[in-house]
């Protein structure tokens, strides 16, 4: 069974930083694999962040763009999620996520970690 664990979350101010991470393990071809963070508000539905092919081509939400930054090490499976300029409303529990297909353009995500709290104070 794919296990996904995620880390980094935390507390900080509008305008800090913080970089989450996500370990994976019993994943058999991880690099061919779409990768993403999502995120969930309380009282709100969960949103994709970032994804990450099995090319290495990153997207990203709107909201995030040009503040956040998503990678992966194929060799160590693990996924990142660099966060700058955090704002108040990127508060959540963020998700680290798997593709269940093998290039399957980020679409069908159903292996999931228990998320990492995010909480940014103005």
């Known amino acids: 069974q794919v296990q996904l664990v995620e880390s980094g979350g935390g507390s900080v101010q509008s305008g800090g930083s913080l970089r989450l991470s996500c370990a994976v393990s019993r994943f058999t071809s991880y690099s061919y694999y779409c990768m993403g963070w999502f995120r969930q508000a309380p009282g709100k539905e969960r949103e994709e962040v970032a994804t990450?092919?099995?090319?290495?081509?990153?997207n990203y939400a709107d909201s995030v763009k040009g503040r956040f930054s998503i990678s992966r090490d194929n060799a160590k499976k693990t996924l990142a999620l660099q966060m700058n300029s955090l704002k108040p409303e990127d508060t959540a529990m963020y998700y680290c996520?798997?593709?269940?297909?093998?290039?399957?353009?980020?679409?069908?995500?159903?292996?999931w970690g228990q998320g990492t709290q995010v909480t940014v104070s103005s």
């Open positions: 990450i092919d099995g090319y290495g081509r990153p």
């Open positions: 996520a798997a593709d269940r297909r093998i290039f399957g353009g980020c679409l069908d995500f159903g292996y």
